[in-house]
């Protein structure tokens, strides 16, 4: 029975603010002369795994996993020890045999009402939530999901809008005004400099839907990751979904970036809705005067009044309430 434990993603991190508990490594068996690698890609069953990162032999190692690990038990993002050949040579193939303690999991769900889990990376230190200006245009409700998705996991979200050449920032810079979170404006062949500091030494990853162009920035950032990108659609003002894998590329000053496919959406069924207002400080700092288990979304709420008296952005409450019916009708 032990070894069903694997098949549960959540055995592989640790949550020690939430319930204290930890994987019980007494529970696994023990592996022996181990390599310690970074999984960069996952097709099916197959990863591809950067060994000795930085020396002399650093090497990208094919490796399949132990059975014991579970059907979705390795993502790209996931630091794993594996046994067999792990030379790098063509051919060797090695096998992964534990996957270490998670950092953070970032994941999703289809819509709010859906609990089955998507888990994009993890070990993310760092979430660029890619939005463009234009084509297709940027949503204010997107972000916020981003935003909640990322704190709850530890993560720090950054906004980058791209397509500067098609549109203007200042409107959506407005609206992000509240967030107290870092945003960069960029376009095509421009220089990345800015961004480029704050990715160093981290795992970052690029969210957001198809066609706004996060391969088109993950190339930039590593010119080297020769990222496929394609058309947005002239009819739907989308992008073909060109990404279909998640993809770790290594940035030459030293961390990681990890190019996602598009989504459409970005459901929050793992969040309770009574944990949202600690997502948005800027609000929580208002809910002194509301009234004893306020849901801060009943008449009785403060809050109205404190984005008055504060000259806080309407945004951000509609936001939060927005999210609270969404996360209520899922309960
Ligand atoms: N005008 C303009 N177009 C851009 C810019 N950045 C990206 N694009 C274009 O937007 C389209 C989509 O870019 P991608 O990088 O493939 O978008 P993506 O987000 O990776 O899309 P998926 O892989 O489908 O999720 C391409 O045609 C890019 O050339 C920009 O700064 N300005
Ligand atoms: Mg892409
Ligand atoms: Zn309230």
Redesign the pocket.
């Known amino acids: 029975m032990a070894n069903n434990r694997f098949h549960d993603e959540d055995d592989f991190k640790a949550r020690p603010t939430r319930s204290g508990s930890r994987p019980r490594s007494k529970d696994r068996p023990e592996y022996k002369n181990t390599t310690p690698g970074f999984v960069v890609a996952v097709d099916r069953g197959r990863f591809t795994v950067m060994v000795r990162e930085g020396e002399k032999d650093e090497a990208l190692v094919y490796a399949i996993k132990a059975r014991d690990i579970g059907r979705k038990g390795v993502l790209v993002g996931d630091k794993v020890q594996m046994q067999g050949d792990t030379t790098g040579n063509p051919d060797a193939l090695a096998r992964i045999v534990t996957v270490d303690e998670r950092t953070s999991l970032l994941r999703r769900s289809a819509d709010d009402t859906d609990d089955s889990e998507r888990a994009i990376v993890s070990n993310a230190d760092q979430v660029l939530i890619?939005q463009a200006l234009a084509d297709p245009t940027p949503r204010i409700r997107f972000i916020d999901r981003c935003v909640v998705a990322a704190l709850d996991e530890g993560i720090t979200p950054i906004v980058v809008l791209?397509?500067?050449?098609?549109a203007s920032d200042t409107e959506i810079r407005k609206q992000l005004d509240g967030l107290d979170i870092q945003v960069f404006t960029?376009?095509?062949d421009q220089d990345l400099e800015p961004l480029k500091q704050i990715l160093h030494n981290k795992i970052s990853v690029v969210i957001?839907h198809?066609?706004?162009?996060?391969?088109?920035?993950v190339n930039g950032l590593a010119p080297n990751a020769q990222r496929p990108?394609?058309?947005?659609n002239d009819v739907t003002g989308r992008?073909?979904?060109?990404?279909t894998q998640a993809v770790a590329i290594h940035l030459a000053d030293g961390g990681w970036i990890i190019?996602t496919?598009?989504v459409r959406s970005f459901g929050l069924a793992h969040i309770k809705a009574e944990d949202l207002i600690t997502f948005f400080p800027d609000l929580e700092a208002g809910t002194d005067d509301c009234p004893r288990a306020c849901s801060h979304n009943e008449e009785a709420c403060a809050l109205d009044e404190y984005i008055q008296k504060e000259n806080l952005n309407p945004t951000r409450l509609d936001s939060l309430r927005r999210l609270i019916t969404s996360l209520s009708s899922a309960e």
């Open positions: 890619v791209t397509k500067a050449d098609l960029v376009q095509k957001g198809s066609g706004v162009g996060k391969s088109t920035l990108t394609g058309d947005v992008g073909r979904h060109t990404s190019d496919p598009g």
